[in-house]
């Protein structure tokens, strides 16, 4: 395991990533009833965008550092509003300093009724997610391998949830284990949402996704993908998700929001975003 999301973290992909996150938890906080996050891949929580590995990269500039300085319409500033304000809360000086992952942004929009589980296996960004998480009654870190839990902690006893899959694709098989882990996790708990974020280099990756998922019979699975073709061509140029039983209306949500992101943070030809049905509704 070599992977350190110190690198990237608050790249575009992070907030492709992170703002369709928000906007699901924000639809599962419309039902009084409790939900439980499984986050089975979360990093450290926390990353110090002064930090060496930030600062060399610079990757969160061209993702949540030009996402905030942008002007957005108003239907999409609204939609935007939680994740923008959650990320605001963790830099309380104005200026950005601090990027919260994954399972910080989780635990800031949950209610007194809701919880998470957060899984880290790597050692060092394991204890740094159990200290930035700190002991809390809603939210705890276990080190875990993320597969393990994602069959172990399914279905949970609220019965209702978010299963978020976001492993580093260090390994050549990593585009078909999501799948199919997904497929299986599905049948164990076929109510609930599960999203899955996968890199796309090329189409074979992301088409593989698309098609083992579709094979196993799950029946609807929503697919976001967000290019911004980024001024250091090495680097990653699309971030692709899978949402497997999205949340009424959340299709609506990220029509009118995503176009709005690829365009803040996209340049020239290259920046574009899809959404679709790869089956169900559509
Ligand atoms: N979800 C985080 C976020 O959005 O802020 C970022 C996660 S990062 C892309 C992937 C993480 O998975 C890394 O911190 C890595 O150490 C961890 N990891 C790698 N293999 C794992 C495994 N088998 N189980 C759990 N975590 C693993």
Redesign the pocket.
């Known amino acids: ?1 070599n ?3 110190a690198f ?2 608050g790249n575009f992909a ?1 907030v492709h ?2 703002v369709v996150l928000v906007r699901i938890i924000e639809r599962l906080c419309e039902k009084p009833t409790p939900f439980r996050v499984i ?7 926390l990353y110090s965008l002064r930090a060496p590995e930030a600062e060399r990269t610079g990757e969160w500039r061209e993702g949540i550092g030009r996402l905030l300085e942008h002007r957005f319409a108003q239907d999409s500033d609204r939609l935007l509003a939680p994740y923008r304000d959650a990320v605001a809360r963790f830099n309380p000086a104005g200026r950005l300093a601090v990027y919260p ?3 910080l942004l989780c635990r800031a929009l949950l209610r007194p009724q809701d919880r998470l589980i957060a ?4 050692p060092t ?1 394991a204890a740094a997610l159990a200290r930035n998480l700190g002991r809390h009654r809603r939210a705890k870190a276990i080190a ?4 393990t ?1 994602l069959r172990a902690y399914i279905p949970p006893p609220e019965r209702r949830g978010l299963v ?1 899959v ?3 694709y ?1 390994q050549p098989d990593e585009f078909t284990r999501i799948a199919d882990r997904l497929a299986r996790a599905h049948r164990k708990w076929p109510t609930g949402i599960f999203l899955g ?1 996968y890199p796309i280099k090329d189409r074979a990756g992301p088409e593989l996704v698309a098609s083992r998922l579709a094979e196993a019979g799950v029946p609807k699975i929503l697919r976001s993908e967000l290019s911004i073709a980024s001024s250091a061509p090495e680097r990653l140029q699309g971030s692709g998700l899978v949402i497997v039983n999205p949340p009424w209306r959340l299709a609506d949500d990220l029509a009118t929001v995503l176009p709005a992101i690829a365009a803040a943070l996209g340049r020239g030809d290259g920046r574009s975003a899809r959404l679709d049905w790869i089956r169900g509704e559509g």
């Open positions: 395991m992977y350190r999301h990237h973290a992070d990533k992170h986050d089975t891949h979360a990093g450290a929580g992952g994954s399972p899984c880290e296996l790597e960004a875990i391998d993320g597969w839990a978020l976001d492993p580093p260090e974020w």
